[in-house]
Structures are given as structure tokens and as C-alpha cells.
């Protein structure tokens, strides 16, 4: 398939040539299922110019390090839900000094404080989902209104939720393109990408946080535990909404 930038935008939102994003997601999903994770960022950045952004959650910047050999100068959306840890921040931070990304902070519609006023003190404990709903994920859905399509860092072995994944897939709720390119990675492919290429990682990964989303709603995690179990920990709640 040779489907350019100018294609996409004429075609956005009507079938132009018998083509239309969805066609596009659903196509690549198939003849790149099995390409390295650089060939499918080549692919992303080479079909949607600069209508292509990246989220990060500073978790590391294994993901920013990827495309920005592809793309440089690329967006890279960062929630900043004013819960993250100290060490989140600093790997922001970090992230901007040390790639060639745009880092670009998006904020929820309310301060912390302003949410407190309005829904009452640690949403987060009696309401995770709406917590994670006005702190994530319309913050991001709003941030992606420019793009066709936004690259992930999720994986199939993360979670049940995630183990069928595809490496390009439509995004039925926000009517783009998803590429996850590292879909197909085992931890194992994480840590030697990392080992290898000096990958800023969050130092929170040291002091056995495998995965970090919010201060309030996430713990360490001990040794032989799933890695996600202490996001959420105690709740019946597994995602934050972002990928659902």
C-alpha cells in the first residue's frame, strides 16, 4: 500500500480511493505484524508526517529513544495528572535535555485542588475510574485531536487486558490510528534495548516500581509479584482507560 500524508488528509473522514484510515490500520496491521519495531515507526512516520505524535507516561524513554531516531523533532504527549512522583517529573525533565522530542506537558481541564473543591477529597480512593477518566484520559483525548495517528508503548505480555494487541490498530474511540510498535517485546527485548542504548529510565524502576502511573494509586511491587499489581493495588481495576 502507497498511502501518502496528502492522501490521508483528503481522504479524512470520507473513502477516498477505496482507502480511508480505518483500511489503513487494518492493512498495516497484518503486512508489518511481524516487522522489527523500527521498520513500523518508519512506516508510522513515513505515512503521517507530522500528524504523528507519541505519548509517554516517563515510565523511561525506551519508547522517545525509538522514534526519535525515525522522526526527530517528534511530539511526545506527556499526561501530567498532578499525582506523579518526583522522580516522573524529573524524568520529563531528563527526557527534554537528553532527545530530540517535543515534549509537550497536557493538563486536565482542573487543578488538583480545583477537583478536591468541586468532587471532594481522594477521588482517586473512592472513585478510581472517574479519577482516571478527568486526570488521563479526556486530558489525552483532547490532546490528540490534531493527529491522525499517535504511537504507544504497550505490550502483550503487560497484562491480560493488552495480550492481543496488534502492532497497528484502529482506534475506534478516538477514530485514529494506534501503532504500537514494541507490541511484540518481551521484558526481556526492554531491558536489553535499554542496556544497550543508555535509555533514561524513570529511577523509580529501582526501588521495585516494575510500573508507574500515579503516586496515590501505585506501591511496590515484591519480588515474584505481577508486575502491574501494585498499580491500583486492592481495587478491582486494572487500566487506567487509556488503551480501553
Avoid at 31 to 45: C, S
Amino acid at each position: 500500500m502507497n498511502v501518502s500524508i496528502v492522501d490521508i488528509e483528503i481522504g479524512l473522514n470520507r473513502q477516498r480511493a477505496g482507502f480511508d484510515l480505518q483500511d489503513i490500520a487494518e492493512s498495516a496491521a497484518v503486512f508489518l505484524e511481524d516487522a522489527p519495531a523500527l521498520e513500523i515507526i518508519r512506516w508510522a512516520a513515513a505515512t503521517f508526517g507530522d500528524r504523528l505524535c507519541l505519548t509517554s507516561s516517563m515510565s523511561d524513554a525506551l519508547l522517545i529513544d525509538l522514534v526519535s531516531r525515525v522522526k526527530p523533532g517528534i511530539d511526545v504527549l506527556f499526561i501530567d495528572t498532578g499525582y506523579h512522583f518526583a522522580e516522573t517529573i524529573g524524568t520529563r525533565d531528563a527526557v527534554r535535555q537528553v532527545y530530540d522530542v517535543n515534549v509537550i506537558d497536557v493538563k486536565p481541564s482542573r487543578t488538583v485542588a480545583e477537583q478536591e473543591r468541586d468532587l471532594g477529597p481522594r477521588l482517586f480512593g473512592r472513585n478510581p475510574d472517574l479519577c482516571c477518566y478527568l486526570r488521563k484520559v479526556e486530558p489525552l483525548n483532547r490532546a490528540l485531536e490534531p493527529y491522525l495517528a499517535w504511537v504507544s508503548g504497550i505490550r502483550r505480555d503487560e497484562a491480560v487486558t493488552r495480550s492481543d494487541v496488534k502492532v497497528v490498530e484502529w482506534d475506534t474511540k478516538r477514530q485514529m490510528v494506534k501503532i504500537n510498535p514494541i507490541a511484540r517485546w518481551t521484558q526481556d527485548d526492554v531491558d536489553n534495548y535499554m542496556a544497550d542504548n543508555g535509555v533514561l529510565i524513570n529511577p523509580l524502576h529501582y526501588d521495585d516500581y516494575p510500573s508507574i502511573g500515579c503516586a496515590p494509586c501505585t506501591r511496590q511491587v515484591a519480588p515474584g509479584e505481577d508486575p502491574r499489581s501494585g498499580r491500583w493495588s486492592g481495587m478491582a481495576k486494572t487500566e487506567c482507560g487509556l488503551h480501553l
